[in-house]
């Protein structure tokens, strides 16, 4: 939050609840209506998901405070205290016109949104929740009060139901469905458009936005007509934002912390959570029995792991690291960091005198091959090609594999020699998480379009399934004797890992991640192992600050 002094201070010391007069820039002050922030909650930890009731004045949402699991709680607009509703190890996803809970009994991450469980519904008076559909991630209601949008993850693959059992997606990248008041359409965040898109009843996807940096939680405006968003792109900055249904974008408010939107009452209060994020790195060293935490500034974020584990790869990609990414060496017992550069940290060439680094600066984006010692940096460049990842091939590093989007949207998977010529699709079905290279680099191992886990020969030949691994299993890394295969599961916390063997066809539980401080805790972003099992890292979110506000005088 910011630092407040004059008279500012004096309003929050008188404690009054409606606090924080915001105006334009440049406008006369008896000429903008005001806009206030009234504080709902006052402790530590991580709000998940919030809404109003149908009376508007009463907010239910889950949160997981201090070092406890998810619970949903009750408050009042305009009251400081909050009561838990009995219902734990839980996550409040939305409330109905008939005042009924749509909850998810959570399975995995018991501490933030991500992660899949049992949708379940509960009046708001109280009782006991009722169980109706297994494997769900997230949920809305319809506004008639019966149906509800899903999205789902069976089996290891998302897919989009509104209502319960009519499919309208598969395998997509979207989230958050929320559906328009008249019912007719949903509107997600759409990862693939970096952007917001609509759904209709038959499964058409039509984008409304495109090109955000970020965009964090959407809400319907009551009207129908507008989507309200949190989100952050180079020509709109940081803020609350709006966008009708033919993409015309106005902003409500630039904002300096994330302000993430949860609802909007129809008298056009809006709740919205004032959040303090940060991405941290830990280490672990196999017989150590603690990690070593080697995050630098707010955004840290691993990208690869020497094969002796003593050195490690991470960008920044917050105001730290600045809006072209900051690449960063530091060696594993803690020291200073060596800056490398700008950009994204992907990965170490064999041999560990060069990395692999995501230019984000020119558009499409590129590849740039960047010495850890003396050399020049050397860009790669393919035309109509946007690079998203890659990683170098072993055994000698000459030559790199990476995804791509197409002008024409389609994403592919390609290699090339770096030593000349360009880039071949090494596969035509589209790889969707994951990636562990054998060390041989005869073979890629990932998933692929239904979450079904495949080896994936580089010479182009036809990718074959992995016997013994589930939809879901992504593979991470391949040990040295081609043998062994590490793979997880997305979202589940504590994160297991587990060792998958090619002699015997089984997998068995090797590990479980997590953080020893769980406070604030929201999941686990990244997971590297060596070849030899002895060392690992990972990245993950964490908000030092969690706290919902009603707002009300935006227009």
Same mark, same amino acid.
């Given at each position: 939050?910011?630092?407040?002094?004059?008279?500012?201070?004096?309003?929050?010391?008188?404690?009054? %609840?409606?606090?924080?007069?915001?105006?334009?820039?440049?406008?006369?002050?008896?000429?903008?209506? @005001?806009?206030?922030?009234? $504080?709902?909650? %006052?402790? $530590?930890?991580?709000?998940?998901?919030?809404?109003?009731? +149908?009376?508007?004045?009463?907010?239910? *949402?889950?949160?997981?405070?201090?070092?406890?699991?998810?619970?949903? %709680?009750?408050?009042?607009?305009?009251?400081?205290?909050?009561?838990?509703?009995?219902?734990?190890?839980?996550?409040?996803?939305?409330?109905?016109?008939?005042?009924?809970?749509?909850?998810?009994?959570?399975?995995?991450?018991?501490?933030?949104?991500?992660?899949? !469980?049992?949708?379940?519904?509960?009046?708001?008076?109280?009782?006991?929740?009722? =169980?109706?559909?297994?494997?769900?991630?997230?949920?809305?209601?319809?506004?008639?009060?019966?149906?509800?949008?899903?999205?789902?993850?069976?089996?290891?693959?998302?897919?989009?139901? *509104? +209502?319960?059992?009519?499919?309208?997606?598969?395998?997509?990248?979207?989230?958050?469905?929320? #559906?328009?008041?008249?019912?007719?359409?949903?509107?997600?965040?759409?990862?693939?458009?970096?952007?917001?898109?609509?759904?209709?009843?038959?499964?058409?996807?039509?984008?409304?936005?495109?090109?955000?940096?970020?965009?964090?939680?959407?809400?319907?405006?009551?009207?129908?007509?507008?989507?309200?968003?949190?989100?952050?792109?180079?020509?709109?900055?940081?803020?609350?934002?709006?966008?009708?249904?033919? !993409?015309?974008? &106005?902003?409500?408010?630039?904002?300096?912390?994330?302000?993430?939107?949860?609802?909007?009452?129809?008298?056009?209060?809006?709740?919205?959570?004032?959040?303090?994020? #940060? &991405?941290?790195?830990?280490?672990?060293?196999?017989?150590?029995?603690?990690?070593?935490?080697?995050?630098?500034?707010?955004?840290?974020?691993?990208?690869?792991?020497?094969?002796?584990?003593?050195?490690?790869?991470?960008?920044?990609? !917050?105001?730290?690291?600045?809006?072209?990414?900051?690449?960063?060496?530091?060696?594993?017992?803690?020291?200073?960091?060596?800056?490398?550069?700008?950009? =994204?940290?992907?990965?170490?060439?064999?041999?560990?005198?060069?990395?692999?680094?995501?230019?984000?600066?020119?558009?499409?984006? &590129?590849?740039?091959?960047?010495?850890?010692?003396?050399?020049? @940096?050397?860009?790669?460049?393919?035309?109509?090609?946007?690079?998203?990842?890659?990683?170098?091939?072993?055994?000698?590093?000459?030559?790199?594999?990476?995804?791509?989007? $197409?002008?024409?949207?389609?994403?592919?998977? *390609?290699?090339?020699?770096?030593?000349?010529?360009?880039?071949?699709?090494?596969?035509?079905?589209?790889?969707?998480?994951?990636?562990?290279?054998?060390?041989?680099?005869?073979?890629?191992?990932?998933?692929?379009?239904?979450?079904? +886990?495949?080896?994936?020969?580089?010479?182009?030949?036809?990718?074959? @399934?992995? @016997?013994?691994?589930?939809?879901?299993?992504?593979?991470?890394?391949?040990?040295?004797?081609?043998?062994?295969?590490?793979?997880?599961?997305?979202?589940?916390?504590?994160?297991?890992? *587990?060792?998958?063997?090619?002699?015997?066809?089984?997998?068995?539980?090797?590990?479980?991640?997590? +953080?020893?401080? $769980?406070?604030?805790?929201?999941?686990?972003?990244?997971?590297?192992?060596?070849?030899?099992?002895?060392?690992?890292?990972?990245?993950?979110?964490?908000?030092?600050?969690?706290?919902?506000?009603?707002?009300?005088?935006?227009?």
């Amino acid at each position: 939050m910011l630092a407040l002094g004059g008279a500012a201070a004096l309003l929050l010391a008188a404690a009054a %609840f409606w606090a924080g007069q915001r105006a334009s820039i440049g406008s006369k002050p008896e000429s903008v209506a @005001p806009v206030r922030h009234g $504080r709902l909650t %006052f402790q $530590r930890g991580n709000v998940l998901y919030a809404r109003f009731a +149908p009376d508007g004045q009463t907010v239910v *949402y889950s949160a997981a405070w201090g070092d406890r699991p998810a619970e949903i %709680f009750l408050a009042r607009v305009g009251s400081p205290e909050s009561r838990s509703l009995g219902i734990v190890n839980a996550n409040l996803l939305a409330i109905s016109s008939r005042s009924e809970l749509a909850i998810l009994l959570k399975k995995t991450n018991l501490f933030g949104t991500v992660g899949t !469980g049992t949708l379940a519904r509960v009046p708001l008076a109280g009782g006991a929740p009722r =169980q109706i559909l297994e494997d769900v991630v997230m949920a809305d209601w319809a506004p008639n009060g019966d149906d509800l949008a899903v999205l789902r993850r069976p089996g290891g693959v998302f897919q989009l139901e *509104y +209502p319960i059992g009519r499919k309208l997606l598969t395998s997509t990248g979207v989230e958050l469905p929320r #559906v328009s008041p008249d019912g007719g359409t949903i509107a997600v965040i759409d990862h693939a458009e970096h952007g917001i898109s609509l759904v209709d009843r038959s499964g058409v996807k039509k984008p409304v936005t495109r090109g955000w940096n970020y965009v964090d939680s959407l809400a319907w405006h009551p009207s129908g007509k507008e989507i309200w968003f949190a989100g952050i792109s180079e020509t709109y900055d940081q803020g609350i934002f709006a966008t009708d249904l033919s !993409g015309h974008v &106005r902003t409500i408010a630039v904002t300096t912390d994330l302000e993430a939107i949860h609802d909007i009452a129809r008298n056009g209060d809006v709740l919205v959570e004032r959040e303090i994020n #940060v &991405r941290e790195v830990l280490f672990g060293t196999e017989g150590d029995k603690s990690e070593r935490s080697l995050s630098w500034l707010d955004q840290s974020n691993l990208g690869s792991l020497t094969a002796d584990g003593r050195t490690l790869l991470f960008d920044e990609g !917050g105001e730290g690291g600045g809006p072209k990414g900051s690449v960063y060496l530091r060696t594993t017992d803690g020291a200073t960091p060596v800056r490398l550069g700008d950009g =994204q940290a992907l990965d170490f060439s064999p041999d560990e005198k060069w990395v692999l680094v995501r230019d984000i600066t020119t558009d499409p984006s &590129r590849l740039m091959i960047v010495p850890t010692g003396t050399g020049e @940096p050397r860009a790669l460049s393919f035309a109509g090609l946007d690079v998203r990842g890659g990683l170098f091939v072993p055994p000698d590093g000459r030559r790199v594999i990476f995804n791509a989007r $197409r002008k024409d949207g389609r994403e592919g998977d *390609y290699i090339v020699d770096l030593g000349g010529g360009q880039p071949r699709e090494f596969t035509k079905e589209a790889i969707t998480e994951g990636g562990a290279l054998s060390a041989d680099g005869k073979f890629l191992a990932a998933l692929g379009p239904n979450g079904e +886990p495949k080896r994936y020969p580089l010479d182009g030949g036809d990718p074959q @399934p992995i @016997p013994g691994l589930e939809p879901g299993d992504i593979p991470i890394q391949w040990s040295a004797d081609g043998d062994t295969l590490y793979v997880t599961h997305e979202g589940e916390v504590p994160r297991p890992v *587990y060792r998958y063997s090619f002699a015997t066809g089984k997998k068995t539980l090797w590990k479980e991640i997590v +953080p020893a401080d $769980r406070t604030g805790f929201v999941r686990i972003e990244g997971f590297q192992v060596t070849r030899d099992g002895r060392h690992h890292a990972y990245s993950f979110n964490r908000v030092t600050a969690s706290d919902l506000y009603v707002v009300r005088g935006w227009k």
